[in-house]
């Protein structure tokens, strides 16, 4: 201090990603390729490296691991668009992360946080990227932009205004960005000015159907939630449509009427599933899984919201699959389940893969499997095409060439590894126990 001199020292924190290695093949495949409508039966896919090299007829001779799936099908990985998921660990992510992991588990090979803190975001994401964690692709939009000054940022009270805070999270590397109800339409206006400027999808907190008409008419790629009139008619589907917005509708959480958790909550023993037993912390999945609501299924609201999306997308929108990290993992299948029973299960699965990755702005390299795209990809027991409920008989997940076992996340390619401890799993505390109360007081 006494000398007024600094000296500087040049830190270099860049990873490189982990990406796989070398060619692997998986032969007799039923491949959903996504692209067209194409099924291809008994067919290869070879990937080199983190890319599809060639699917259908395909030369295996150079590959270092060949899988016969026997007819098992293969899918692209499912892209989450609504996946509140980076909530726990504060900017300080272990290795062994399972608000990650267990999206992984589920096939679930890309998710998008939209409205999350961006020191929860970048460091799991960047985690991930390095192989230093195992999860999904993270995206996110960072701090949503609000109609008042928040800590997270100023309020859009200009053009000004509005680009800088656009360039900050632009700079950190979002993929689209979240206007959380901002009420004027002119603030609204100079958020989408700037989300042009700097090439970013921008995603609105859905309201009144007025006020989500307004968003794509001022340059919004579209809204989440649901439309707050359901069922909707077909102008408002003809407008969403041709604006080709983007619906991220979330059923399991929204609706005129209960919500569409309480309705697999009521279907399933969710709370004895072996896979949210591994994946979660006891307190996440047992306490409201154990609750059951003895409704009516007709008295639940998701075949109307799922018609309304079918019908937007009908129109020429998309729609993109959401479970909004109410019950992670399972609850984006459930979301696929509830999208099939309006738009179909090929056309569910679309939204699931192909939409998702327009959402991204990465329709180029993911959703859907052909040469050149990232080999981002999943291996089911059964034909999810034959019954939707199917996405989750997983047998394998791939991202980006790397292969995981889906039941463990042990890696299989190019490195076999174990995944390693479940250090949040309680297993005393899940144990079954039907003992009589008043044994406890006889214990000496």
Same mark, same amino acid.
């Given at each position: 201090?006494?000398?007024?001199?600094?000296?500087?020292?040049?830190?270099?924190?860049?990873?490189?990603?982990?990406?796989?290695?070398?060619?692997?093949?998986?032969?007799?495949?039923?491949?959903?390729?996504?692209?067209?409508?194409?099924?291809?039966?008994?067919?290869?896919?070879?990937?080199?490296?983190?890319?599809?090299?060639?699917?259908?007829?395909?030369?295996?001779?150079?590959?270092?691991?060949?899988?016969?799936?026997?007819?098992?099908?293969?899918?692209?990985?499912?892209?989450?668009?609504?996946?509140?998921?980076?909530?726990?660990?504060?900017?300080?992510?272990?290795?062994?992360?399972?608000?990650?992991?267990?999206?992984?588990?589920?096939?679930?090979?890309?998710?998008?946080?939209?409205?999350?803190?961006?020191?929860?975001?970048?460091?799991?994401?960047?985690?991930?990227?390095?192989?230093?964690?195992?999860?999904?692709?993270?995206?996110?939009?960072?701090?949503?932009?609000?109609?008042?000054?928040?800590?997270?940022?100023?309020?859009?009270?200009?053009?000004?205004?509005?680009?800088?805070?656009?360039?900050?999270?632009?700079?950190?590397?979002?993929?689209?960005?979240?206007?959380?109800?901002?009420?004027?339409?002119?603030?609204?206006?100079?958020?989408?000015?700037? #989300?042009?400027?700097?090439?970013?999808? /921008?995603?609105?907190?859905?309201?009144?159907?007025? &006020?989500? @008409?307004? %968003?794509?008419? +001022?340059?919004?790629?579209?809204?989440?939630?649901?439309?707050t009139y359901t069922p909707i008619y077909n102008d408002a589907a003809q407008f969403f449509g041709r604006a080709r917005a983007i619906y991220s509708i979330t059923m399991i959480t929204d609706g005129p009427g209960p919500l569409a958790e309480e309705y697999f909550w009521q279907r399933e023993d969710v709370w004895k599933d072996p896979k949210q037993r591994d994946w979660l912390p006891w307190n996440m999945f047992l306490p409201q899984t154990r609750t059951r609501w003895l409704r009516p299924e007709t008295d639940y609201p998701y075949p109307l919201l799922a018609q309304g999306q079918a019908d937007i997308v009908a129109a020429g929108g998309y729609g993109t699959v959401g479970g909004h990290g109410d019950q992670h993992g399972i609850g984006t299948h459930w979301e696929i389940e509830?999208?099939?029973? #309006?738009?179909?299960?090929?056309?569910? /699965?679309?939204?699931?893969?192909?939409?998702?990755? &327009?959402? @991204?702005? %990465?329709?180029? +390299?993911?959703?859907?499997?052909?040469?050149?795209?990232?080999?981002?990809?999943?291996?089911?027991?059964?034909?999810?095409?034959?019954?939707?409920?199917?996405?989750?008989?997983?047998?394998?997940?791939?991202?980006?060439?790397?292969?995981?076992?889906?039941?463990?996340?042990?890696?299989?390619?190019?490195?076999?590894?174990?995944?390693?401890?479940?250090?949040?799993?309680?297993?005393?505390?899940?144990?079954?126990?039907?003992?009589?109360?008043?044994?406890?007081?006889?214990?000496?």
């Amino acid at each position: 201090l006494e000398s007024r001199r600094t000296s500087k020292v040049a830190i270099d924190a860049r990873l490189p990603r982990y990406l796989g290695e070398g060619r692997i093949a998986f032969t007799n495949a039923h491949i959903l390729t996504m692209s067209h409508g194409d099924v291809i039966d008994r067919g290869t896919v070879l990937i080199d490296g983190e890319r599809i090299a060639c699917v259908g007829a395909c030369d295996t001779s150079g590959a270092r691991k060949v899988i016969d799936l026997a007819g098992a099908t293969i899918m692209p990985g499912i892209i989450d668009t609504h996946a509140h998921r980076h909530i726990l660990h504060q900017g300080i992510v272990p290795p062994h992360n399972f608000e990650a992991a267990v999206y992984l588990a589920y096939g679930i090979t890309s998710t998008i946080d939209p409205a999350v803190a961006s020191i929860n975001l970048f460091p799991a994401a960047e985690a991930v990227d390095a192989g230093i964690a195992v999860g999904p692709r993270s995206f996110g939009t960072a701090e949503p932009l609000y109609a008042v000054a928040t800590a997270y940022g100023m309020r859009i009270d200009s053009p000004e205004t509005a680009d800088r805070e656009v360039r900050r999270r632009a700079s950190w590397g979002v993929v689209s960005l979240k206007d959380f109800l901002v009420s004027s339409r002119v603030e609204r206006q100079w958020i989408a000015e700037a #989300a042009r400027k700097y090439h970013i999808f /921008l995603t609105g907190e859905g309201g009144s159907l007025e &006020h989500d @008409l307004s %968003m794509v008419m +001022d340059g919004h790629s579209g809204w989440e939630h649901d439309l707050t009139y359901t069922p909707i008619y077909n102008d408002a589907a003809q407008f969403f449509g041709r604006a080709r917005a983007i619906y991220s509708i979330t059923m399991i959480t929204d609706g005129p009427g209960p919500l569409a958790e309480e309705y697999f909550w009521q279907r399933e023993d969710v709370w004895k599933d072996p896979k949210q037993r591994d994946w979660l912390p006891w307190n996440m999945f047992l306490p409201q899984t154990r609750t059951r609501w003895l409704r009516p299924e007709t008295d639940y609201p998701y075949p109307l919201l799922a018609q309304g999306q079918a019908d937007i997308v009908a129109a020429g929108g998309y729609g993109t699959v959401g479970g909004h990290g109410d019950q992670h993992g399972i609850g984006t299948h459930w979301e696929i389940e509830m999208m099939a029973t #309006a738009a179909g299960n090929a056309r569910a /699965l679309e939204f699931a893969t192909k939409h998702g990755a &327009h959402a @991204l702005g %990465m329709e180029e +390299d993911l959703g859907a499997i052909t040469p050149g795209r990232v080999a981002d990809l999943i291996v089911l027991e059964k034909d999810p095409l034959i019954d939707i409920r199917n996405t989750t008989s997983l047998r394998y997940v791939m991202k980006g060439g790397v292969l995981y076992a889906a039941e463990t996340l042990d890696e299989l390619w190019p490195t076999a590894r174990p995944f390693g401890p479940h250090w949040w799993k309680n297993e005393k505390i899940l144990e079954s126990d039907d003992r009589p109360v008043d044994y406890w007081d006889k214990r000496p």
